[in-house]
Antibody, heavy 123, light 106 residues
Framework: QQQLQESGPGLVKPSETLSLTCSAS??????????WAWIRQPPGKGLEWIGG???????YYNPSLKSRVTISVDTSQNQFSLTLNSVTAADTAVYYC???????????????WGQGTMVTVSS | EIVMTQSPATLSVSPGERATLSCRAS??????VAWYKQLPGQAPRLLLY???TRAAGVPARFSGSGSGTDFTLTISSLQSEDFAVYYC????????FGQGTRLEIK
């Protein structure tokens, strides 16, 4: 059964770069044509899709974040990663990695989620 | 950008009763709508996709309807574990979520 686990620093300073990794287990991220996703949730607020990446490296991003976001994939480690530049307090959130329900669709429902990792932006 | 608006923000219902949650899209999203349940401190759980198809393991008391811009999640007979926050999501364009409806015990 596919499982996802986020990891990375819980505290990032303003203007610096947020970096998180999602490790997949129970299946290879290159075994199906999924667009592996990052989704975030500020405290007490709703969910925001950040972007998704195919194991081939093709990626789609939320237009509102596109200038600051890079999602990459490492199939040898069965991982994919998120980098968010020039962070501010507004980037404080729980960050989830997730797998869409269907192959080939970067925009889809998400049926497998990691447990989430809280990232606080503060000096 | 397609904006998803959920109503009400908070819904108070007694156990055993029916709950109806609404979600409206700012433009047509066809049937590309999903619903999630989120308990405190947990990741969202997919309940429905394609407006009305239940995800694996989701009880039959959860049902969905709608098309175009107006969608509904109905929980036919509320159980204690159903009191949570529910989110709708469209995937007609890049994914977008509603702001959530908190379902609380009356």
């Amino acid at each position: 059964q596919q499982q996802l686990q986020e990891s990375g620093p819980g505290l990032v300073k303003p203007s610096e770069t947020l970096s998180l990794t999602c490790s997949a287990s129970g299946g290879s991220i290159s075994s199906g044509s999924y667009y592996w996703a990052w989704i975030r949730q500020p405290p007490g607020k709703g969910l925001e899709w950040i972007g998704g990446i195919h194991y081939s490296g093709g990626a789609y991003y939320n237009p509102s974040l596109k200038s600051r976001v890079t999602i990459s994939v490492d199939t040898s480690q069965n991982q994919f990663s998120l980098t968010l530049n020039s962070v501010t307090a507004a980037d404080t959130a729980v960050y989830y990695c997730a797998r869409p329900y269907s192959f080939y669709r970067y925009s889809d429902s998400f049926d497998i989620w990691g447990q989430g990792t809280m990232v606080t932006v503060s000096s | 950008e397609i904006v998803m608006t959920q109503s009400p923000a908070t819904l108070s219902v007694s156990p055993g009763e029916r709950a109806t949650l609404s979600c409206r899209a700012s433009q047509s999203v066809s049937s590309n709508v999903a619903w999630y349940k989120q308990l405190p401190g947990q990741a969202p759980r997919l309940l429905l996709y394609g407006t009305s198809t239940r995800a694996a393991g989701v009880p039959a008391r959860f049902s969905g309807s709608g098309s175009g811009t107006d969608f509904t999640l109905t929980i036919s007979s509320l159980q204690s574990e159903d009191f949570a926050v529910y989110y709708c999501q469209q995937y007609h364009s890049w994914p977008g979520f509603g702001q959530g409806t908190r379902l609380e015990i009356k």
